[in-house]
């Protein structure tokens, strides 16, 4: 079983930065890739970027591309997310996520991030 921990939200002012990390713990072996979404108040969980494991290959919601960069810690199975130029409509929880090698998912309990305009 993994454990999640998730650091970092806030209240910033739009044009402001923030940055997110997620420790995996228990289970640190077999791990696909690790990740974030998010979710707005009255709207769906939605994908924001991931880290996959094997070959270091990143992905990102085209809402973010630019201006978020995701990132992984070898020694501490730690996937950290870096938000800059923030604008309002990032406001939500963000969750990390990690997909296993056996295609389980595990979530963290999620960190709030409130970009004031």
């Known amino acids: 079983q993994v454990q999640l921990v998730e650091s970092g939200g806030g209240l910033v002012q739009a044009g402001g930065s923030l940055r997110l990390s997620c420790a995996a713990s228990g289970r640190t072996f077999g791990i696909y890739a690790m990740g974030w979404f998010r979710q707005a108040p009255g709207k769906e969980r939605e994908f924001v970027a991931a880290f996959r494991w094997n070959d270091n290959s990143t992905y990102y919601t085209d809402s973010v591309k630019g201006r978020f960069t995701i990132s992984r810690d070898n020694a501490k199975n730690t996937v950290c997310l870096q938000m800059d130029s923030l604008k309002p409509e990032d406001t939500a929880v963000y969750y990390c996520?990690?997909?296993?090698?056996?295609?389980?998912?595990?979530w963290g309990q999620g960190t709030q991030v409130t970009v004031s305009s």
């Open positions: 996520f990690e997909d296993s090698t056996l295609a389980s998912r595990h």
